[in-house]
């Protein structure tokens, strides 16, 4: 929080003010799943807040700017001030909803303004719909596709498969089935399938493969096919004839 050199007058008008304020009502009512609450929106606040500071010399602005930081945030910056010229200033960081369209930003851009403007004045309200907007936007960013791999990216994942495979046939390593070399792999990489481990991890596994002794590689893959064996046999997914 940033102010004046001096505030005495200011925290005085705004300790009288606080008197006079009441508890903002909830009045409007949202659905979050299978739960449902009430909220009180930026116009409920404002319409009880802006006539009770006036009367004491207080007047609050607000703005926003994109956070130099933050890729993806903007600051929503306050400012409560008092016909003195004595100030009090505090900056709010939210992340802008760009996936929600012009509704998702302006109900990031609402979200912020409510709650910097309730936190410079000390006030509480019932949870709101900017709690629905905060986890609507981090399930978007979530779902987002990967973003497109680079040419080193592309490049590191041939290097890997080709390594991956330079060993298996220096090792004399032929897997039974499917089944059996998605075991190894997801024993060995986190992954059933190579092609599912992202372009941007294959480097960091391809030095690992090339770290590991042929003998303490093959070791594992032949751990990696027992246990796959013995799993197997328990599922009753084996049955006379094989091993």
């Given at each position: 929080?940033?102010?004046?050199d ?17 508890n903002?009502?909830?009045a ?28 004491h010399g207080?007047a609050?602005a607000?703005?926003e ?9 903007f ?8 016909k ?13 909803d ?23 004045l ?7 719909d900017?709690q629905?907007?905060?986890r609507?936007?981090?399930?978007r ?5 990967a ?6 990216d ?5 290097a890997?498969r ?6 298996l ?6 897997f ?18 190579l092609a ?6 294959c ?7 090339l ?20 799993g197997?046999?328990k599922?009753?997914e ?6």
């Amino acid at each position: 929080m940033r102010s004046s050199d001096e505030i005495g007058e200011l925290v005085a008008a705004l300790a009288l003010a606080n008197l006079e304020f009441d508890n903002i009502l909830a009045a409007h009512e949202a659905n979050a799943g299978r739960k449902k609450y009430n909220y009180a929106n930026i116009a409920d606040v404002v319409r009880h807040v802006r006539p009770i500071i006036a009367r004491h010399g207080l007047a609050i602005a607000q703005g926003e700017h994109l956070d130099a930081q933050k890729d993806g945030y903007f600051v929503c910056v306050t400012k409560l001030m008092h016909k003195s010229g004595q100030w009090l200033e505090t900056d709010f960081e939210v992340p802008i909803d760009k996936m929600g369209g012009v509704h998702g930003i302006g109900s990031s851009n609402s979200y912020a303004r409510r709650y910097a403007e309730l936190a410079i004045l000390n006030l509480a309200v019932e949870d709101d719909d900017g709690q629905t907007a905060q986890r609507q936007w981090q399930q978007r960013q979530q779902q987002r596709p990967a973003p497109e791999p680079t040419l080193d990216d592309k490049l590191a994942q041939d290097a890997f498969r080709r390594t991956w495979h330079e060993k298996l046939s220096m090792l004399e390593v032929e897997f039974a089935d499917q089944a059996e070399q998605a075991a190894v792999h997801r024993t060995l990489f986190g992954y059933a399938d190579l092609a599912e481990i992202p372009p941007a991890h294959c480097a960091a596994k391809r030095r690992k493969l090339l770290d590991v002794t042929d003998q303490k590689l093959y070791a594992l893959i032949q751990e990696a096919r027992l246990k796959h064996t013995l799993g197997a046999v328990k599922t009753g997914e084996v049955h006379n004839g094989q091993s």
